[in-house]
Every structure is written in C-alpha cells, then in structure tokens.
C-alpha cells in the first residue's frame, strides 16, 4: 500500500497531473468529490464544508467545534480511502494528515504567476485584474486553511518530498518524475510499514469518534494515537471523571479488536470551556 499526496497552487496543473499519475500507477484518485461524497456520509452538510474547504474560516468559526467535528471528519474520510489500498490525494491538507506515515510521498506543484495568470484568464474567460485577484483569494485561502487546521506552512518546501513547476514542465514529464521517485522510495518494507501505520491511524480516528460523538464524553483537544498495542490519550477535561470515562470508553472500543493498553495523558484543568 502506497500513497501520494498532490498540494498544489490555483493552475499548476495539480487536477491534471493528479489524473494523470493515477491512471499510470494504477492507482485511485481521491479528489474533491470523492471526500465531499464521503464526509456528507458522516452528517456534515454543504453549508459547513464550503465554510471550511480549503479556506481560511472566519474567526468564529476557526474557534468553534464545527470546526473540529469538520476536521475530525475529513481526517476520517481520508484515512478511510487509504484503508482501500494505492491512492493519489488531491488537496485538502492530505500531506499533513498523512504525515509520518511511511510509504507517503507528499508532491507540491507551482507555476509562476504571469502563467497562472495565463492559464486563469484562459479559464474563467476574464481579464488579467481579476485573474490576479482569484489567484490571490485562491493562495490566502489555502495558506490559511493549513495555518489554522494543521499549524504548518503551505508553501514551505521542507513540508514536501518534491516540489514541480509546471509552468516549465507538464503532467506527463512531473508524472513520470513522480512514478520514478515512487519506485525508488515505496519498498516492499515500506508498504508493510504503512499498512500497519494506517490501520493504527485509523483505529485512533475510531476510539476518538466513540469517546466524543458516541460516548459524549466532551473531553477538549482529544486526541488519540495507537502505537503497537498501546492506546495514549491527551487532551483536556473537566473532572476526573471525565477522563475515566474516556479511559473506560477506549477499552471498550479496543476490546473489538484486540488487548491493548490505555494510558491517559488527558489534563484536569477545572471549569474549562470553549466556544460552542
């Protein structure tokens, strides 16, 4: 199991490189529509995923626990197509959400900005002034959008294994590049690695949803990270209580698959609150 992630600046080609590199490792593409399908399955509606798609949500909505439940969800949908086997992600902070995860190759593509432009009037059918500025809505959205749900630079070039320009090379030269460097880094070793690490992932996903949205234990920041067969809790909560909850509500939830271990790092931290 293997996959690359595909970030991209507004007309860099990303959608048709994506495509593209697809259909030659034979692999799945998981774009936008394919997450949208997948969360709206989860009960989140339109209206709170063009709020927080690949944009900087307002400050109140940044603060409040759709945000997190947005979150939470696509972190969910993700880890669930790549439950499914080979895939190539397209956006949506996937290189963030997958990383550490051996057998990942994260790619940035660029162009300059007279292309792009270019590229924009050509599509969008306008004039240069306001293809500059759907170019510049488009960067401070995505730019934002990483900041808030990931707290990572978009554009840092350390965040990625490769970054392409487009604007010098097309989707069938960076899809060859990409597939070359995909046979040289994604071993045999490196897929049985990833494939532990993702089902890891993925069963943390779990227990969190079953503490949260099932067991509505509200305990703040949760996370939770499998590791072997050791379950770690952090976050916040009110009362001890609450914490033994969650506790008791992870055991239950691991006994489905297997013994593993609890330990709680959760913080008791006395009439804690945050916005609704």
């Known amino acids: 199991m293997a996959i690359i992630t595909i970030s991209r600046e507004l007309a860099a080609l990303g959608d048709e490189t994506a495509s593209e590199l697809a259909k030659k490792l034979n692999y799945r593409l998981i774009d936008k529509n394919t997450l949208e399908r997948k969360i709206k399955s989860y009960g989140i509606d339109d209206a709170r995923l063009k709020q927080y798609d690949e944009r900087k949500p307002p400050l109140w909505a ?56 270019e590229r924009v009037k050509s599509y969008f059918r306008c004039d240069e002034k306001k293809a500059k500025r759907i170019i510049e809505k488009s960067d401070n959205d995505r730019i934002g959008f990483h900041h808030y749900f990931f707290d990572v630079d978009w554009r840092a070039p350390e965040n990625y294994f490769l970054t392409l320009n487009t604007g010098r090379t097309p989707p069938s030269v960076c899809t060859e590049v990409i597939k070359q460097l995909a046979d040289y880094y994604i071993t045999e070793k490196t897929q049985i690695l990833h494939e532990t690490r993702v089902k890891e992932a993925m069963l943390s996903q779990e227990i969190k949803h079953f503490i949260l949205y099932e067991k509505e234990a509200p305990v703040h920041f949760l996370e939770v990270v499998v590791s072997g067969d050791k379950i770690f809790l952090y976050g916040v909560a009110n009362s001890q209580a609450l914490v033994d909850a969650a506790i008791s509500a992870a055991i239950e ?11 709680s790092e959760i913080q008791v931290v006395q009439e804690y609150s945050i916005v609704p």
């Open 62 to 117: 940044s603060l409040s626990q759709d945000r997190d439940n947005y979150l939470h969800f696509l972190k969910t949908a993700m880890l669930a197509e790549a439950m499914l086997g080979n895939a190539v992600f397209v956006g949506r902070g996937a290189s963030s959400i997958f990383k550490g995860i051996p057998g990942v190759l994260s790619i940035f593509l660029v162009a300059t900005l007279e292309i792009r432009i």
């Open 253 to 263: 939830k691991a006994m489905e698959y297997a013994s593993l271990s609890v330990r």
